[in-house]
T-cell receptor, first 114, second 115 residues
């Protein structure tokens, strides 16, 4: 079966712009989580969506937002980009039910802010 | 907040030999999961092995096994018969049981396999 698909793989944006990243989960998975990976801060949780509702949120400013569509695909948006937003953004999908720990990660979107 | 600590930024091992990666964590929860993920240059996080905290028996997946010491909050990964394809960044991760809970990752250990 197809894995978790993240698009685009690479992105270069200018400071002050906004960006939208996409994540298509494994078919049947209803939960999508987003993580930011940087050399300095490591892997940090952004938010998790389940059945189109944000179920959990990390400690990031309001410039970071997300949403999930009825087909479980998710997007995350970063507005007013800063140089420090340069990172690998990973999403992970899972069934999302009680006790579920079967998360599958995508290959990420590498965002560079110049 | 939960913390996960990997004290070995880099490790190396000869091909066919055994290596152990260390991980400690801090939590006040009693029901949780622990994981080891591998991240090769392709960037995808690949699950290596997982352990349920309520299980005393250490998890094993082929050449990969863990030493789970719940009281000491220690969760080390042993890779036996190391192969060139094992070279990658390895992350230890913690996740509280229940729905919608996030992963807490360690800072990673870069493993080099020497031919």
């Amino acid at each position: 079966k197809a894995g978790v698909t993240q698009t685009p793989r690479y992105l270069i944006k200018t400071r002050g712009q906004q960006v939208t990243l996409s994540c298509s989960p494994i078919s049947g998975h209803r939960s999508v989580s987003w993580y930011q990976q940087t050399p300095g801060q490591g892997l940090q949780f952004l938010f998790e969506y389940f059945s189109e509702t944000q179920r959990n949120k990390g400690n990031f400013p309001g410039r970071f937002s997300g949403r999930q569509f009825s087909n479980s695909r998710s997007e995350m948006n970063v507005s007013t980009l800063e140089l420090g937003d340069s990172a690998l953004y990973l999403c992970a999908s899972s069934l999302g039910g009680q006790g579920d720990y079967g998360y599958t990660f995508g290959s990420g979107t590498r965002l560079t802010v110049v | 907040a939960q913390t996960v600590t990997q004290s070995q930024p880099e490790m190396s091992v000869q091909e066919a030999e055994t290596v152990t990666l260390s991980c400690t964590y801090d939590t006040s929860e009693s029901d949780y999961y622990l994981f080891w993920y591998k991240q090769p240059p392709s960037r995808q996080m690949i699950l290596v092995i997982r352990q349920e905290a309520y299980k005393q028996q250490n998890a094993t997946e082929n050449r990969f096994s863990v030493n789970f010491q719940k009281a000491a909050k220690s969760f080390s990964l042993k890779i036996s018969d190391s192969q060139l394809g094992d070279a990658a960044m390895y992350f230890c991760a913690y996740r509280r049981a229940g729905t919608g809970n996030q992963f807490y990752f360690g800072t990673g250990t870069s493993l080099t396999v020497i031919p």
